[in-house]
């Protein structure tokens, strides 16, 4: 069965970078694309961006010049970071597997930016 | 940016109806790379329907997909009572990926 859980601070200071990780089980980390996704509250969902292993990234433009991520094979988990967040960044952010449709996701975690 | 629109934004329906929701692109989807997802509270989404007609897998048979182009339609034929949830499009025919707004099913 596959699983993904979500994993990093709650809380992050204005200007500061929001780390996220998502640690993978039942499947090989090395065989898919994997994603993240973000949720403000009440709101629309809003494609991150995707990861094949580390040599393949593609970040959506609105986010590209904040956004890095990363795979971790040896602990199957994908990483998130995104610099000099603001409020506008507090949402509730998933990882997900696939390149284009998600298929299996994280349960999410809130990330609040607030001093 | 492929902007897609969903209508209506509520749906106020029983149990027992047949639930029609509507995605429209601002631009032809490439291959028909159009999927659908419920959301219930709380939860993540749950991805119903995969290039744009393909049911993943577990999906009830209730629900269907349809639409090509810049028009989809996700149709469920008998509402139950755990399908009253917010439904997703998204397309990844292009380099972006984008979801519409949702619809509400109450």
């Known amino acids: 069965q596959v699983q993904l859980q979500e994993s990093g601070p709650g809380l992050v200071k204005p200007s500061e970078t929001l780390s996220l990780t998502c640690t993978v089980s039942?499947?090989?980390?090395?065989?898919?694309?994997w994603s993240w996704i973000r949720q403000p509250a009440g709101k629309g969902l809003e494609w991150i961006g995707r990861?094949?292993?580390?040599?393949?990234?593609n970040y959506n433009p609105s986010l590209k010049s904040r956004v890095t991520m990363s795979v971790d094979t040896s602990k199957k988990q994908f990483s998130l970071k995104l610099s000099s967040v603001t409020a506008a960044d507090t949402a509730v952010y998933y990882c997900?597997?696939?390149?284009?449709?998600?298929?299996?996701w994280g349960q999410g975690t809130l990330v609040t930016v607030s001093s | 940016e492929i902007v897609l629109t969903q209508s209506p934004g509520t749906l106020s329906l029983s149990p027992g109806e047949r639930v029609t929701l509507s995605c429209r692109a601002s631009?032809?989807?490439?291959?028909?790379?159009l999927a659908w997802y419920q959301q219930k509270p709380g939860q993540a989404p749950r991805l119903l329907i995969y290039?744009?007609?393909s049911r993943a897998t577990g999906i009830p048979d209730r629900f269907s997909g349809s639409g090509s182009g810049t028009d989809f339609t996700l149709t469920i034929s008998r509402l139950e009572p755990e399908d009253f949830a917010v439904y997703y499009c998204?397309?990844?025919?292009?380099?972006?990926?984008?979801f519409g707004g949702g619809t509400k099913v109450e």
């Open positions: 997900a597997r696939g390149y284009g449709d998600f298929d299996y």
């Open positions: 039942g499947a090989s980390i090395s065989s898919y694309y």
């Open positions: 990861i094949y292993i580390s040599v393949s990234a």
């Open positions: 631009q032809s989807v490439s291959s028909s790379y």
């Open positions: 290039g744009a007609s």
């Open positions: 998204q397309q990844y025919g292009s380099s972006l990926l984008t």
